[in-house]
């Protein structure tokens, strides 16, 4: 069962960031959804070109294929949620993380009514349209937190298993993995009751407690979200701000040294792809802002040796580079999105939409680890019934 793998739909694909997460683990994209021009540009160049050059053994032994997006597609569109039920009535799984905007704290808070946040209604009918085997679901913590957004959240939940699942949900930080960005989202997780039915006459354990299921693993669970590497990262001894232009080169964090930005961007240099593209606005505060000040609505300067808030660097939030004066680059982007290297954007797109997917996306590693997980959910099943979903 190693090398088997399982076609899956994307939705609100973006970039592609959490669909290189799963491909990773064997799943191919059937098709991805999505109706932004510029970001369809980029999840063609950039998976091609992640494509080309990764080392990925399901992509070196040509057991997964990229498939590009064609056109822009509106999920929301009955016409082409009715094609999508046709054209992918067997696909196993379904991913995907509508726009957040109307459920970020440091959104227009629009909520389900808002013209994005309606879009979970879409992701909704497309899953019980197609009736995949498994879905997962990815937003911002506000949805979950936020009580104005907390009901429409636990509707969702429930018209999920009305239809036919078992839901796992729970806040996943990618920082608690050995990644230095501080990203709270929600991820929710959902398998057919026939999948979840059969492991557990199989002798598998049905477990709902995410302490558990995050640090008390067992192999006997049916599904169990990925074990964290720290606990409490965020209370670790971080140095605090430091003038802008210190000589300073070294901060001793006693085994957590992953969790920094300059553990990331310490290789970095011009001939990395995307490397030269940031904006280079004049302005006197790209030199005034201390390193590490990160409190403030913007011009926010990261600290060498601290991890990166939330990446986010649309809506006039900017981000500044510890001992530069000036933004951070698309590849410094990425890689506090823990995409690959290998994944390129192109480079005549206009840096705008570079940043806006980068900040729309979902860390690459973060989508790997539950994608293994699932994987192994699926695989259990398989070898219950002669590798037949």
């Keep these: 069962m190693k090398n088997k793998t399982f076609e899956i739909l994307s939705l609100f694909s973006g970039g592609g960031f959490l669909d290189l997460g799963f491909i990773n683990q064997g799943f191919e994209i059937s098709e991805a959804v999505e109706i932004n021009p510029y970001f369809i540009e980029a999840y063609n160049y950039g998976l091609e070109s992640y494509f080309n050059n990764s080392n990925n053994k399901y992509l070196r032994q040509g057991l997964v294929k990229h498939n590009k997006i064609n056109k822009p597609i509106d999920a929301s569109c009955r016409k082409e949620q009715k094609r999508l039920e046709k054209s992918h009535a067997n696909v196993t799984g379904i991913i995907g993380g509508p726009p957040c905007q109307d459920y970020s704290v440091g959104g227009n808070n629009g909520g389900i009514e808002g013209e994005r946040g309606k879009l979970i209604n879409s992701y909704l009918s497309i899953v019980k349209k197609i009736k995949p085997d498994f879905l997962f679901f990815e937003n911002v913590e506000g949805l979950y937190k936020t009580i104005k957004h907390r009901k429409a959240f636990d509707e969702f939940v429930v018209n ?9 949900h729970d806040i996943f930080n990618v920082l608690e993995y050995g990644y230095p960005q501080d990203r709270p989202r929600i991820a929710l997780v959902a398998f057919k009751k026939k999948i979840v039915k059969s492991l557990v006459k199989a002798g598998q354990v049905m477990e709902k407690d995410n302490f558990k299921l995050k640090h008390k693993q067992t192999d006997n669970l049916v599904f169990r979200w990925p074990k964290p590497k720290y606990k409490n990262p965020k209370s670790f001894d971080w140095p605090k701000k430091w003038k802008f232009g210190n000589d300073k080169s070294i901060y001793e964090l006693n085994g957590h040294e992953e969790l920094s930005v300059n553990y990331i961007f310490k290789d970095l240099d011009d001939t990395f792809p995307n490397q030269t593209e940031h904006f280079n606005p004049k302005s006197k505060r790209f ?98 019934n002669n590798g037949n979903l």
């Design 160 to 168: 999920i298993e009305k239809n036919g699942y078992v839901v796992w």
């Design 287 to 384: 030199k005034d802002v201390e390193e590490g000040d990160t409190n403030r609505k913007s011009f926010k300067r990261l600290h060498r040796f601290r991890y990166s808030p939330t990446v986010a660097y649309g809506n006039n939030e900017v981000h500044l580079h510890p001992t530069q004066a000036r933004r951070l680059t698309v590849r410094e982007g990425l890689r506090l999105q823990t995409v690959p290297d290998e994944y390129i954007l192109p480079p005549e797109m206009p840096l705008t939409p570079k940043f806006k997917l980068i900040s729309n996306g979902v860390p690459t590693a973060s989508a790997e680890l539950i994608a293994k997980e699932i994987r192994r959910t699926l695989i259990n099943f398989l070898s219950l």
